[in-house]
Every structure is written in structure tokens, then in C-alpha cells.
């Protein structure tokens, strides 16, 4: 997908109303478009059997035109006459127009585009790449690129799967877009609509495969019936070159097959898959193949009958070799109790000590499935070292769209800058380049298969993800995935035009939230290298950083009053800097060599420790956090420039996350502070930390029908404690009188929006009623909730430019409903500017 310079007379007005749904597809009118473009009188496309991408391509152009250009064209599948868009495959092509020699260098899925001569040429090396040819044009188009060239694209890696955590009862396992498109009451769902606008979606961003269900696999997947919904899926499927693929429980044999073992070198059990994978391959002939999670946290694998993991995924192998199939086996294969006592017992060393002997045993068709990094789609992680220790084994990269440790689509993260610094970085395999991106592909070590696969999570949600910005993620990693040089910004600029047209300041403006939003959540989640420090036990949202150690789960930070950080040099700690090639295991084996953003995952270090900054490790933690929660604030502004710029329905909804986010960011930010200002005892240079000057704590307020109670953890609220209703059923009201100088304030107000209650709130200053809410954002936000006060469920509302008196009293009535007690934190009167 390349970036062009746009027309400036394009610029067009307020796109109506809009859902989502549409994605970058909208083919919304591109005014005078003709003018700039003599489009062909028909479009030829050279299939006209329904399921072949090529004569989805037809349609697809014939739709775009209709909506760039407000023009009908026929589409046929043959004709000489008159100009036209022709599409088809090399050999289509040939066998019509006679051979052409600018095809030559087409490999699988690549396409050749022209739009110098009479006609336009959209021809595939097979038929996916023509429809890939296709949206290539009608993209150019939406953006107001009528320019005459002729390109080839060919993919830089031949595996672009998404995976999808879909349940079989409809839930999403980290998902944030709402319930499962493809699964209803452990069913595959009898509506497949959806599936097949997802797979529209995803061949428009040249994806050819698709995990439909959670790796944490439920075997029911097999029964008869849902091998008939996985063939109803896989034939809506179909017409846009998307391959289904599925999840696969490794005792299957067993928990649904009634035999006694599911050891892989069992010849029941070998029988049993090879018949069970034939029954499928007969319903979905093209099905791309099997991804499996075995022996990780609590799956169950191979290793339980002492086979190697190379003895289970090749079981799956030989299955599906004779279909073409491919097996994507994870890499993510941990002991989830490992001894914390233990300096050098080290979660991230897992993938290499279970595969690295393994180099070479899998089958030519096995794929191993890496996760970016060593422990767990963090905010920062170095690169997994798996990536050049595997040389004679075909892997691939595990990217998360669906933001599970950042910010569950509440925060906005583009994560594309991410993705890159880990696809661009340089192993150093052999002291030769080798970059992550050239592993996966298979050229660097000269493997025939790789690539990558993108955990998404789209639910039935009209925004597929839950919020519209969130989709550039999902933009980011089709274009990525096809050729990872693409640039951040342009993948962004390009997705704008398409999603929110062609306003600049609407481009700019979305462009600087997104480029600020990664190192922003960074800096106020987990910096430093110390990983996202969030509630690994539970919702992985908000903070929790105490819940990092002290359990098996590996994710430690080894926090105590003095120091923090993992040691894994090989001199003194867990050896994990040992497990890089020998160039980048020096660099991280020394505190100097180390980046600092990577200083905590390969250092233990005194908080006291300076940074190349000339910074304390404390004193970055406390400035970051605030910077990176002062960056947050300035979203809702930038986003409120765009008001009459944006359609109100996406204005609205993209608003209410903003502000959710600046609340959001400052509950990170006081409670990680809190945190280690607690532990280490050292006290904030600036002195913001614990001191806040605008604040009135609900506890200190007068009670009626409202009590203290001690939240846990402590950090996550202001001052430790907040309020709650006596029970369930009583009004609550707490009031003060307010001590600060008259004037205009914001009033913010903290409280705790649980799940399993809607409990309302009233604010008023001396009986004047200043504003009213409900405690309703489960139904709003689409986040893993909390039934508990914790910094899952802290958030913050703000009453604007309230005029307020010295002395005038301050009420809050809250009203409990459910389990949701009408907790209150505290509230801020923000002179203008503030923000605390
Ligand atoms: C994380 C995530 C799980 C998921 C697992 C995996 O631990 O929290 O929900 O199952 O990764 O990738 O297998």
C-alpha cells in the first residue's frame, strides 16, 4: 500500500454519520473524482465462478466505484472491445489478452497493478493476489490518487494469519469488541454474515488466513455439527482468499475421542487425527491448517507422555501434509510455578530451553509461533531470543492487536512503532545482519515457510474492536505484515484518509494522538523495561505492580525497599542475556550497554542507580509517570480540535474513551508513584508525589449513609481509602465545605465503576446541582471488569468550569445498586490548567 501525495482540490466535507462497520472500506464520494480520472467504461473480471476472489474483485470494484465515483459499471467476465479495469491471474490473463512480460517477477499473493494504458491491469499471480490488486486500486482511489503508474507488490512473507481467542459459548478470551462473530452456545453461529464482512476486511489488508477459535481450545470444535459450521465459514470465506484455520486441544484423542491416551507416538491416536483432519479437510478442502498451545499454562502436550514438543507437532503435521495444510505450533510453552527464591529461575528463558534442541526436528510444514518477546505481549520487551536460536525450523512472529496489557482499547496505543522496533531489530545472527523481520520470512535463515500471526479479537461490536481508533492496529498489521520497511506514519496517514477523509487537520491531529500514545502508555503503565505493571492475576487493566512477584507466574519485578529489576546477566543472574547471539548478549549482559528503557529487564539495579540520563531509576519512574499522564490529558484536547471535523457519532464515542483515558492515566500514575514512593521510601524531587494540593478526600468529608474503606490495593486510591454505602441499599452523602479561593474549577470526582451495579451519583455545590452520572461503564468500555475498588474500576468524571464560592458546601449523593456500593475516591477542584 504506497502513500501518495493527495490532490489538494480533493478536500471534501463532513462524512454523514457512521458506525464503524465499514472499516477503511467506505468508498466514501471523492468529489470531481472524475475529472482527475477517465475511468474505464466496464470491468472484466476473469472469473465468474462466485466463490473465486476474482470475481469477488469484480464486485469489489464495481461497489468502490460506485461509491468514489457514483458511477455503475457492468462487470463481465470477457471483452475486447471498450476500455476497461480488467482482473484476473497471470494465466487468465494470458490466456485472453495473449502474454505480457511485466508479470514475471509475481510471486504467490503478489500483484501487478497498471493505470497507464487505455485499460486499467489488476492481474495475480493467483487469484487472491488479483483481489488483492484490486483493493491496492480502490484504495489509491479513495485517497484521491488518480496518478498513472504500473507496480508489482509481492509479500515479504507467505504466513499472514490472524488468530482469533473466540469461545465456543460466544465469549472472547481478550477480547474487547463484544461477543464472538463466528460461535454462539458452544456452536459455530448460524449467522455468518459478519465472518464474511470480517474476511472482506482482511483480504483488503492481503491477510490469507485466520485461527478462528481460542488456542486454549475446547474440543467440542470437532463435533459433526460444528465441522459443518467451520465448512459454512470457510465457504463465506473463500471468496476473499481468506483461509479458515482452528485451534486444537492436544488430549482431543482422548477428552472427546474416547481413547485411552493422547501420547503423540500412540498409533490410535496418530490414526485418530489423520481421520479426524481428513473429515474436516472433506467439508473445508482448503482449510490452512492447525494452531496449537500445548503444554503452557495448564494446555495439555506432549510432555505429559515424555514425548518432545517436535513429537507433537509433527503428529498434527503428517495429518494435514497431504491437504497442504500447515501446523503453527506456540512457542509459548512456560512452567506457570516457577519459584521466585530462585535469583536465577527465569520465566523468559522458557521458549529457548524448550525449543532449542528441538532446531531441525520439526516437519517441513510446522511453523513455530513465537510471541514478540520472551515473556508476554508487554509494553516493552526486548525481542525473543528464540528467533535466532532457531535456524533449521520455520517460525513465525505472535503480534497482539487486541491490546491485553495496554490498554484493552480504553487507551489508545498505536502499536504499530512497537511492532517495527521488535521486526526491525538486528539479532546479529552470526555477526551478520538478521533481522527479526528477514527470520520470519524465512530468508535469513532460508526456510520455506514463516511470517506472522496477529491476535485480534473482533467481536460483534459495529467498531469490530470496540473503538474506532483501535483499527489502525489492525491496518497496521495487515500492512506490516506484508511488507514490515512500511512506515508508521504513512500506514497511519493512509488509514486516516480512508477512515476519516481527507480534512489535513484531521490527519495531523489523529497522527500526533497515535504516535504520543505508545511511549505516553509506556511512561505511565510500566517504563524502564519493567514490564506493564499491571494485575497479572486478574484483569490485566489497570495498575497492580504488587502482583507482579511473589507467585509462579514469572512476570516478577523483584521490587523491594531498596532495588528492583531482573538480573538475568550471565554473570550474576538468570542467564537470559546469554540466550541472544553473542554481539546483543554483550549489550544487555552490561548495566552501560543496555539501553535504558531496557534497563529492568536485564538489570537489578538500586533505585538510586542513575540513568544515562543522569536520572535516579526512582526519580525517571516519577517524572515519566507524570509526563506520560500529562500526554494523555492533551488527547482529549487535540481530539475536541476535530469537533465538525469528524462525524458526530464517531466524534462522540472516540471523545468519551479520550476522556476515559486522561482519567484512566492519572489513576496509573498516582497509583505506580504511590507505589514505590511507599517502598522505597524516597521522596519525589518535584514533590508531586503523594501531595496534591486541589484534592478533598471522600474519607475526610462528612459521612451519612457512607463508610472508609481501606481499598486493596492500597495504591489505587488517594490516600489509601475511599467511601462506600454502609449496604447495599442505604444513600450515601458525604459533604464539605470548600476551601478553596471562588472562582471557575473543573471538579473532578474519583470513584470506582464496578461490574454487577449501577449505582448513581449526584453533585451538587450549596444545593445546586453541578452535575449527575452512573457507575455504567462495563456496559460502555468494553474492558475486563472488576467486581472489586481497585485500579481496574478507578475512574474519574470532570465537571467543567463550575463557578464555585469560597465556603460553599459541597454534596454528593450516591445511590448504591447491586455490589457496586457507590464508592468514591476523591474530588479535585482543578483551577484552570491544572490537571491533578
Ligand atoms: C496470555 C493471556 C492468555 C492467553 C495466553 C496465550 O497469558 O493472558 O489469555 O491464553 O497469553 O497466549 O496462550
Same mark, same amino acid.
Request: glycine residues 8%; contains cysteine.
Given at each position: ?55 469477488? #474483485? ?6 468502490? $466505484?460506485? =461509491? +468514489?465515483?457514483?458511477?455503475?459499471? @457492468?462487470? *463481465? ?121 470480517? #474476511? ?6 492481503? $491477510?490469507? =488466513? +485466520?485461527?478462528?477459535?481460542?488456542? @486454549?481450545? *475446547? ?618
Amino acid at each position: 500500500m504506497r502513500f501518495f501525495s493527495l490532490l489538494p482540490a480533493l478536500l471534501v466535507g463532513l462524512a454523514t454519520a457512521e458506525d464503524g462497520s465499514q472499516a477503511w472500506l467506505r468508498y466514501a464520494p471523492v468529489p470531481n473524482a472524475n475529472r482527475y480520472h477517465s475511468l474505464p467504461l466496464s470491468i472484466v473480471a476473469l472469473n465468474s465462478t462466485k466463490s473465486s476472489p476474482v470475481y469477488t #474483485a469484480g464486485q469489489e470494484l464495481q461497489k468502490g $466505484i460506485k =461509491g +468514489i465515483f457514483q458511477e455503475q459499471l @457492468n462487470v *463481465n467476465s470477457a471483452g475486447k472491445g471498450s476500455s476497461s479495469i480488467i482482473v484476473g491471474t497471470i494465466d487468465a490473463y494470458s490466456k485472453a489478452y495473449g502474454d505480457c512480460d511485466e508479470f514475471k517477477e509475481l510471486e504467490d499473493d503478489g500483484f501487478y497493478l497498471s493505470t497507464e494504458g487505455r485499460d486499467v491491469k489488476i492481474i495475480g499471480k493467483n487469484e487472491r493476489g488479483a483481489l488483492y490488486g484490486a483493493f491496492e486500486y480502490l484504495s489509491r482511489l479513495a485517497q484521491g490518487n488518480f496518478a498513472s503508474d504500473s507496480y508489482l507488490a509481492n509479500p515479504h512473507a507467505p504466513i499472514r494469519w490472524t488468530n482469533e481467542w473466540d469461545n465456543m459459548d460466544g465469549s472472547i478470551e481478550r477480547g474487547y469488541g463484544g461477543p464472538s462473530i463466528f460461535f454462539q452456545n458452544g456452536y459455530v453461529a448460524d449467522n455468518v454474515t459478519r465472518a464474511a464482512e470480517y #474476511a472482506r476486511l482482511l483480504a483488503s489488508i492481503r $491477510i490469507n =488466513g +485466520i485461527i478462528i477459535n481460542n488456542v @486454549n481450545a *475446547n474440543v467440542t470444535l470437532l463435533s459433526a455439527r460444528n465441522i459443518e459450521g467451520l465448512g459454512r465459514l470457510a465457504d463465506v470465506m473463500r471468496p476473499y482468499g481468506v483461509q479458515l484455520g482452528i485451534s486444537l486441544n492436544f488430549s482431543s484423542p482422548q477428552s472427546f475421542g474416547g481413547l485411552s491416551s493422547y501420547d503423540p507416538l500412540d498409533p490410535s491416536v496418530d490414526a485418530w487425527w489423520t481421520n479426524t483432519t481428513n473429515t474436516i479437510y472433506k467439508r473445508v478442502p482448503d482449510m490452512a491448517g492447525y494452531l496449537v498451545k500445548a503444554n503452557s499454562e495448564g494446555q495439555p502436550g506432549p510432555l505429559t507422555y515424555n514425548r518432545t514438543l517436535a513429537d507433537g507437532a509433527n503428529m498434527f503435521a503428517r495429518a494435514v501434509k497431504p491437504h497442504g495444510g500447515v501446523i503453527m505450533f506456540r512457542a509459548f510453552v512456560y512452567d506457570n510455578h516457577i519459584n521466585e527464591s530462585n535469583w536465577k529461575n527465569d520465566r523468559a528463558n522458557a521458549a529457548v530451553e524448550f525449543f532449542k534442541d528441538l532446531d531441525g526436528k520439526f516437519d517441513e510444514n510446522v511453523v513455530v509461533q513465537i510471541k514478540y518477546g520472551p515473556i508476554d505481549f508487554q509494553v516493552r520487551e526486548p525481542a525473543s531470543p528464540l528467533f535466532s536460536t532457531l535456524r533449521n525450523t520455520s517460525t513465525s512472529i505472535e503480534l497482539q492487536v487486541t491490546p491485553e496489557y495496554l490498554g484493552q482499547n480504553c487507551h489508545l496505543v498505536y502499536l504499530a512503532p512497537l511492532w517495527k522496533e521488535i521486526l526491525d531489530f538486528d539479532t546479529r545472527a552470526d555477526n551478520k545482519s538478521s533481522k527479526v523481520s528477514n527470520i520470519i520470512s524465512g530468508q535469513r535463515f532460508k526456510r520455506p515457510l514463516g511470517g506472522s500471526a496477529g491476535v485480534v479479537n473482533v467481536g460483534t461490536n459495529t467498531t469490530w474492536l470496540g473503538s474506532h481508533l483501535a483499527m489502525s492496529n489492525l491496518y497496521a498489521y495487515g500492512a506490516l505484515a506484508w511488507d514490515p520497511s512500511a512506515d508508521s506514519v504513512d500506514i497511519l496517514r493512509e488509514w486516516i484518509r480512508l477512515t476519516f477523509g481527507f480534512d489535513e487537520k484531521v490527519s495531523d491531529t489523529i497522527i500526533e494522538m497515535s504516535m504520543k500514545s505508545w511511549p505516553a502508555y509506556e511512561n505511565y503503565s510500566g517504563n524502564l523495561g519493567i514490564q506493564t505493571l499491571t494485575d497479572i492475576i486478574y484483569t490485566h487493566f489497570g495498575p497492580n505492580p504488587a502482583s507482579q512477584d511473589g507467585n509462579g507466574w514469572g512476570q516478577w519485578t523483584r521490587a523491594d525497599k531498596f532495588s528492583i529489576g531482573m538480573d538475568r546477566t550471565v554473570k550474576n543472574g538468570t542467564g537470559n542475556a546469554g540466550q541472544y547471539s553473542p554481539e546483543v548478549a554483550q549489550r544487555y549482559e552490561n548495566i552501560e550497554t543496555t539501553p535504558d528503557n531496557l534497563l529492568l529487564w536485564f538489570h537489578h539495579v538500586n533505585y538510586t542507580q542513575k540513568l544515562k540520563s543522569g536520572k535516579s531509576v526512582i526519580q525517571h519512574f516519577y517524572d515519566a509517570h507524570y509526563e506520560g499522564a500529562a500526554t494523555a490529558q492533551t488527547f482529549v484536547s487535540l481530539w475536541e480540535s476535530l469537533k465538525g471535523k469528524v462525524d458526530e457519532e464517531r466524534y462522540n464515542h472516540i471523545m468519551f474513551r479520550q476522556v476515559f483515558q486522561a482519567g484512566h492515566s492519572l489513576v496509573w500514575r498516582d497509583s505506580i508513584n504511590q507505589f514505590y514512593h511507599n517502598l522505597s521510601e524516597i521522596p519525589d524531587e518535584a514533590k508531586r508525589v503523594g501531595n496534591h494540593p486541589y484534592r478533598i478526600e471522600a474519607e475526610k468529608m462528612s459521612l451519612d449513609g457512607y463508610k472508609t474503606y481501606a481499598v486493596n490495593p492500597f495504591h489505587t486510591a488517594s490516600g489509601y481509602t475511599a467511601i462506600v454505602t454502609t449496604t447495599n441499599s442505604t444513600t450515601g452523602t458525604a459533604t464539605t465545605t470548600v476551601p478553596f479561593d471562588s472562582g471557575a474549577y473543573d471538579i473532578a470526582i474519583n470513584y470506582y465503576d464496578l461490574i454487577g451495579g449501577k449505582a448513581s451519583y449526584e453533585v451538587s455545590l450549596n444545593n445546586r446541582t453541578i452535575g449527575a452520572w452512573r457507575g455504567d461503564l462495563e456496559d460502555k468500555l468494553g474492558h475486563a471488569p472488576s467486581i472489586y475498588l481497585d485500579g481496574h474500576s478507578a475512574t474519574r468524571i470532570t465537571f467543567k468550569g463550575v463557578e464555585v464560592t469560597k465556603g460553599d458546601t459541597l454534596k454528593i449523593v450516591g445511590r448504591p445498586d447491586g455490589i457496586e456500593p457507590a464508592p468514591i475516591d476523591y474530588v479535585s477542584f482543578l483551577p484552570p490548567g491544572v490537571v491533578d
